[in-house]
Antibody, heavy 120, light 112 residues
C-alpha cells in the first residue's frame, strides 16, 4: 500500500522560505506513469494545487505561485520536496503531498497533511 | 474565488439522494475530465470519482458522477450519516494564462 508522509517546519517567519518533504513508501517515486504534487488548504478554505514533478524530473507549477515555488526529487531517498520563498501570512495552510496517476488524471494517494503557519 | 463553482452547502436526510453541482468553463470541464474528492473532518481528501464517472476500488456505488458540457455533478444515493463531509470537484485547466489543476470551492454536506 502506497503511503505519503509530509514533514518540515511547522512555523516559518514572513519573508523566509517554507521547506517541506514528502517521503514515499510502498512504491518507487521513479515509477513511470505518475507525477507527484503539492496541494495546500488554508484553514477553513478550499484546495489549491501548487505544482508537480514528473517521474522524469520535469516540473510544472501553478502560474500564480510559479515565481516562488521549487519542487525537486531525491530518488535515493524516495522523496520529493517543496520550497516556497518569500512567504506571507497568506501562505498559512495545511500542505498535502499527493500522487497523480496519469492514466486516470486524478490524485489517488494523499499524505495526511502538515500545517505550516507563517508568523513572526 | 475558485475557478470551479460549487454550492457552499447541501443537505439531506438519511436514505435521500442528493446532488452537488460543479460549474466551469471550456478551458477546464469543457475539455477535460472531472474528479471528485471527499474530505471528512480533520482528514486528507480522498478520491471519490475520477474521469467524470469512474469509482476507485472501495468506493460504494451509492456515489456517482456525470458531466455535461462545462458542468459536472456528484450524486449520492441512500445518504448515510458517514457521508457528512466536504466535497470538492477538480479538473485540469488549459488556460492560456497557465494551465494547471483547478478545484471548486467545496460543498459542505450535512446529513440531517
Amino acid at each position: 500500500q502506497l503511503q505519503l508522509q509530509e514533514s518540515g517546519s511547522g512555523l516559518v517567519k514572513p519573508s523566509q522560505t517554507l521547506s517541506l518533504t514528502c517521503a514515499v513508501s510502498g512504491g518507487s517515486i521513479s515509477s513511470g506513469g505518475y507525477s507527484w504534487s503539492w496541494i495546500r488548504q488554508p484553514p477553513g478554505k478550499g484546495l489549491e494545487w501548487i505544482g508537480y514533478i514528473y517521474h522524469s524530473g520535469s516540473t510544472y507549477y501553478n502560474p500564480s505561485l510559479k515565481s516562488r515555488v521549487t519542487i525537486s526529487v531525491d530518488r535515493s531517498k524516495n522523496q520529493f520536496s517543496l520550497k516556497l520563498s518569500s512567504v506571507t501570512a497568506a501562505d498559512t495552510a495545511v500542505y498535502y503531498c499527493a500522487r497523480e496517476r496519469s492514466g486516470a488524471a486524478a490524485f489517488d494517494y494523499w499524505g495526511q497533511g502538515t500545517l505550516v503557519t507563517v508568523s513572526s | 474565488q475558485s475557478v470551479l463553482t460549487q454550492p457552499p452547502s447541501a443537505s439531506g436526510t438519511p436514505g435521500q439522494r442528493v446532488t452537488i453541482s460543479c460549474s466551469g468553463s471550456s478551458s477546464n470541464i469543457g475539455s477535460n475530465t472531472v474528479n471528485w474528492y471527499q474530505q471528512l473532518p480533520g482528514t486528507a481528501p480522498k478520491l471519490l470519482i475520477y474521469s467524470n464517472n469512474q469509482r476507485p476500488s472501495g468506493v460504494p456505488d451509492r456515489f456517482s458522477g456525470s458531466k455535461s458540457g462545462t458542468s459536472a455533478s456528484l450524486a449520492i444515493s441512500g445518504l448515510q450519516s458517514e457521508d457528512e463531509a466536504d466535497y470538492y470537484c477538480a479538473a485540469w485547466d488549459d488556460s492560456l494564462n497557465g494551465p494547471g489543476w483547478v478545484f471548486g470551492g467545496g460543498t459542505k454536506l450535512t446529513v440531517l
